[in-house]
């Protein structure tokens, strides 16, 4: 049985029964290759194969067969059609032949009957009336999805962000919201655009807020190598020494502790620094050694400070083996996750993703004055729902470190015409 549900059992031997395929583009494929369809024509066959296929095949030739008449004889044969072809995709048809297909299996299906003229013509003026129509909607969908015919606020605003390097992600968020909050007119208006963009970016910075802690106060400090985390952790020590001074408050109790044992340098690093703050560095190796210390120095101490090494964000199996080191009972302490400015937004992800193990409350962006950009930053931040705490800039001990603030972000924007007045007064927390 073929797949249409006739059967073929013409004699192989006689001629007349089986002639060979006449290909209508020369029938050159072994016959394994191919598909047999049968009608009582070959217009037929190729109606057939477009209700199955549509215009997914190609026919490699066809041949006229004889289906036997009663009790296998001769009398009552009747004469079919059959068609091979192989399924896949033809060769593309330009606009008109494809104009041209349609119209034809429109007219098989209305009746390969349809001979009278008038009717074909008739038909025709339909047909070409569709085609107007559906030209005319084809260039309404690609002018809707050109660019060019963006609103001019729009394409400047996604120019400016992408300056700035914010993500895809997070301009899209944007544009989206630019055309469903904002009418035709406003959106004709640049300025006014872009001070609801500048706001809608400081609605998307979070800011950790202060914390009360009891003592002794356990701050710890993670994160890749590189990011300058013993130099935030001395930057942290002077700044606390030095708001006491000026409050005229006694010299806090401070002591510093680094995990640090594989890079060079590390321990002398933070042990300059100490000297420099008269303050005490402290060396562990194991959590039984941040637990001596802890429990040595806690009832005269009110801050320690815990710097720690700089792995990958995929080297888990040191990241785990840090974990390890720092859960120690009775701590508590505050986790600060550090990343520079100038992190990529696809490495900033990592480091976020892989460093949650630690549980950290907020991220330190170091290195401020490395770059011009921070939509990345802003972006990641934004996207992963993590707050900002402190932002760090040059090597500079003594300063250099300030409290994250939604202002300090948007200034930093490049380009962007900013309203200061505005921006102090719709974030005034960060005053």
């Known amino acids: 049985m073929y797949n249409d549900g006739f059967a073929l059992s013409a004699d192989k031997n006689n001629p007349k029964t089986t002639p060979a395929y006449s290909g209508i ?15 009582k024509s070959v217009e037929e066959c190729k109606q057939k194969l477009f209700n199955l ?29 059959e ?3 192989t399924i896949g995709q033809p060769k593309p048809l330009s606009s008109q032949e494809s104009f041209q297909k349609s119209r034809d299996e429109i007219l098989t299906k209305a009746g390969s009957s349809v001979t ?17 129509i559906m030209e005319a909607n084809m260039k309404n969908i690609a002018a809707a999805t050109n660019a060019g015919d963006k609103p001019l606020s729009i394409q400047k605003i996604e120019d400016l962000l992408q300056e700035n390097e914010f993500t ?34 400081g609605e998307s910075v979070k800011i950790a807020p202060k914390i009360p802690h009891t003592y002794p106060h356990v701050v710890i400090v993670v994160g890749p190598t590189g990011v300058g985390k013993t130099t935030t952790i001395a930057k942290f020590a002077v700044n606390l020494i030095k708001e006491a001074h000026e409050k005229n408050e006694p010299r806090p109790r401070v002591r510093m502790l680094t995990t640090d044992h594989t890079r060079v340098g590390a321990v002398e690093q933070i042990k300059r620094y100490g000297d420099v703050m008269e303050i005490e560095v402290d060396k562990a190796e194991t959590a039984a050694d941040v637990k001596k210390i802890f429990e040595t120095y806690k009832d005269n101490l009110d801050v320690l400070f815990i710097d720690t090494p700089g792995y990958s964000p995929k080297d888990f199996e040191n990241l785990g083996k840090m974990r390890k080191m720092l859960e120690v009972q009775g701590i508590h302490p505050d986790v600060y996750l550090a990343a520079t400015a100038s992190s990529k937004a696809r490495d900033l992800i990592s480091i976020i993703q892989n460093y949650e193990v630690f549980n950290f409350s907020s991220v330190i962006i170091t290195k401020w004055d490395e770059t011009s950009a921070i939509g990345n930053v802003i972006s990641v931040l934004s996207e992963k729902g993590k707050a900002v705490s402190y932002i760090t800039d040059g090597q500079t001990v003594t300063k250099n470190i300030e409290r994250a603030s939604v202002v300090r972000f948007l200034i930093n924007l490049h380009d962007f015409t900013i309203d200061r007045k505005h921006i102090d007064e719709t974030f005034p927390e960060d005053k």
């Open 116 to 132: 009278n003229t008038l009717q074909i013509a008739t038909l025709d003026k339909k047909l070409d009336e569709m085609k107007k």
């Open 83 to 85: 068609v091979r072809y």
């Open 25 to 39: 583009t020369g029938y050159a494929r072994n016959d394994e290759e191919t598909q047999v369809i049968v009608g």
């Open 53 to 81: 296929y549509q215009h997914n095949y190609k026919i490699w030739g066809q041949r006229q067969v004889l289906k036997p008449g009663i009790l296998g004889g001769l009398f009552g044969q009747r004469e079919y059609y």
């Open 168 to 201: 895809f992600a997070y301009i899209n968020k944007i544009t989206t919201r630019l055309r469903s909050e904002l009418s035709v007119d406003e959106l004709e208006d640049f300025d006014y655009v872009q001070k609801k963009v500048v706001d809608w970016i």
